[in-house]
């Protein structure tokens, strides 16, 4: 089954709110994280990455924490802007023999209010 | 740099047809690989490349078939395409596994 966020959640905030988006994982031996973006007929875009060995890392109005005891990732974004509205998707890589193969989560749907 | 490009954007195909979705990436990366989306769900692996003359195969393998010949073209070949293979195509790559992977615009398949 799904090892990375099971549920399609949805987010509505207002512009200049602060969001924050939820993924949990199942796999303990995951070592990279990756949040990425997707608009309406697009393609992923690469938002944020994570390394197992730090709990938080920060990136242009972004941040990512990675909660290893509970398997919890959230993204956090600051000042909230209709631009940002989309799906946004955690991706896991499990290291080892599953090396380079990424599992992504359903999804988080972000609407932002003007 | 265009970075991943794929094609075609659109198609549509009979149950039984076959064809080649076709993927090429201009910025040296090794590491290429195939996903499909389906709607309300994230993306699944199909198979996957570390380098030119490697594959290996991902979560939902069946049905497909890959090939590296050279490390700008990741081709996804469908065998005898099924309307259960309705759903929008994604290549991507990266530097190095794991690493960011960029990808490409996607190519929407309808299987009749």
């Known amino acids: 089954g799904e090892s990375v966020g099971l549920h399609l959640p949805t987010l509505s905030v207002q512009e200049g709110d602060n969001s924050i988006i939820n993924c949990a994982y199942s796999?303990?031996?995951?070592?990279?994280f990756i949040w990425y973006k997707q608009e309406s007929g697009k393609g992923p875009q690469f938002i944020i990455d994570?390394?197992?060995?730090?709990d938080k890392r920060q990136g242009q109005r972004v941040t990512v924490l990675l909660n290893k005891t509970v398997k919890h990732l959230s993204l956090q974004i600051a000042a909230t802007q209709p631009g940002d509205s989309a799906v946004y998707f955690c991706?896991?890589?499990?290291?080892?023999?599953?090396?380079?193969?990424?599992?992504f989560g359903q999804g988080t749907i972000l609407t932002v209010h003007p | 740099n265009a970075g991943v490009t794929q094609t075609p954007k659109f198609q549509v195909l009979k149950t039984g047809q076959s064809m080649t979705l076709q993927c090429a990436q201009d910025?040296?990366?090794?590491?290429m690989s195939w996903y499909r989306q389906d709607p309300g769900m994230g993306l699944r692996l199909i198979h996957y490349?570390?380098?030119?003359?490697?594959?290996d195969q991902g979560e939902v393998p069946n049905g497909y078939n890959v090939s590296r010949s050279t490390t700008e073209d990741f081709p996804l070949r469908l065998l005898s395409a099924a309307p259960s293979q309705t759903s929008v195509y994604f290549c991507?790559?990266?530097?190095?596994?794991?690493?960011?992977?960029?990808f490409g615009p996607g190519t929407r398949l309808t299987v009749l």
């Open positions: 991507a790559s990266s530097y190095r596994q794991p690493d960011t992977q960029y």
């Open positions: 490349s570390v380098g030119a003359g490697i594959t």
């Open positions: 796999n303990s031996a995951s070592d990279y």
């Open positions: 910025m040296n990366h090794e590491y």
């Open positions: 994570i390394r197992s060995n730090m």
């Open positions: 991706a896991e890589n499990a290291g080892g023999t599953s090396y380079g193969k990424l599992t």
